[in-house]
């Protein structure tokens, strides 16, 4: 079934924070994930737009995971998934912050990507997650909502800012580029805003003071 209008974000009428500073460290590490790995997916394009405005940034430094690139096996177990999971492990334990792109299948999110949360469980601890969805009428938003939780168990805060595009592709161009970046450039300013801010707080805190499960 296809990857199911405005981008939409739960961004609030007074005006954006400014981006926090990062300090004397080293630019934060931002993991844009890939959620879907579908044959004719619509993730790149979404993807690689926000990967784009996040690299613009001088305080973040971009990691774009595509996880059809490093499939696990099913259940996320044996020698096969320690092989795969081995190639996007460290790039997710060197993150300090992710942001998930993903699609809405059935109300929920794509199985490959909780076959990917699953298989990695430290890589999670103690770092913001944020999202951006994009599906039918609702935006992928109730699969936003089915992954909250999920991050949560895994001793991971997710961010209240999202991104969402109802009926997406017919939102960009043949390029790749927003049709009305006006629309949806100040809600990705927005979350990445408040994972910046949640990046700064928790890597300053998991230096101070590891983070114990």
Known sequence: MPETSMPETSMPETSTPEPAAAGAGAPLRLAVIIGSTRQGRFGPTVANWFAGRAAAREDLDVDLIDLAEAPLPALGHGPGSVRAGAQIAPRLAAAD?????????????????????????????????????????????RAVEQLRPVFAE????????????????????????????????????????????????????????PYAS
């Open 97 to 141: 912050a992710f942001v998930v792109v993903t699609p809405e299948y059935n109300h929920s999110f794509p199985a490959p990507l909780k076959n990917a949360i699953d298989a990695h469980n430290q890589e999670w601890h103690a770092k913001p997650v944020g999202f951006v969805s994009y599906g039918g009428i609702s935006g992928g938003l």
């Open 154 to 209: 895994l001793h991971a805060v997710t961010v209240r800012a999202t991104v969402s595009f109802s009926n997406p592709w017919d939102r960009f161009a043949d390029d790749g580029r927003p049709l009305r970046p006006e629309d949806c450039e100040g809600p990705a300013k927005y979350l990445l805003d408040q994972i910046t801010w949640w990046a700064i707080a928790l890597r300053n805190a998991r230096a101070a003071h």
